[in-house]
């Protein structure tokens, strides 16, 4: 069964910073490309970063660009995001996803696995 387990989410203060872990188990994940995803409540979910199989170029929503950083392990079967500088409007649940395309990351519909979310709240 292939799971997909996030943690390291929390309460931090504008400005702060958190690192998001997302172990995967079940199969390797070497060819998969990975991302990051968020909701947050009555709003859609939506793209956050994504890092193709081989690392190579990353991408991420206009929104985090330049304050959160995704990078992944291989060895581990892991995924992370590194998010600074964080706002108010960072404030949702944060779900990690994997998928065996390798275009158009951006795209939910793309996404094979999810994994069950972490919690992030940013106060003012």
């Known amino acids: 069964q292939v799971q997909l387990v996030e943690s390291g989410g929390g309460l931090v203060q504008a400005g702060g910073s958190l690192r998001l872990s997302c172990v995967a188990s079940?199969?390797?994940?070497?060819?998969?490309?990975m991302a990051w995803f968020r909701q947050a409540p009555g709003e859609e979910r939506e793209f956050v970063a994504a890092i193709p199989w081989d690392s190579g170029s990353t991408i991420y929503a206009d929104s985090v660009k330049g304050r959160f950083t995704i990078s992944r392990d291989a060895a581990k079967n892991a995924v992370y995001l590194q998010m600074n500088s964080l706002k108010p409007e960072d404030t949702a649940v944060y779900y990690c996803?994997?998928?065996?395309?390798?275009?158009?990351?951006?795209?939910?519909?793309?996404?094979?696995?999810w994994g069950q979310g972490t919690q992030v709240t940013v106060s003012s």
């Open positions: 996803s994997a998928t065996s395309n390798g275009v158009n990351l951006a795209l939910a519909r793309r996404y094979d696995y």
């Open positions: 079940g199969r390797t994940f070497r060819t998969y490309s």
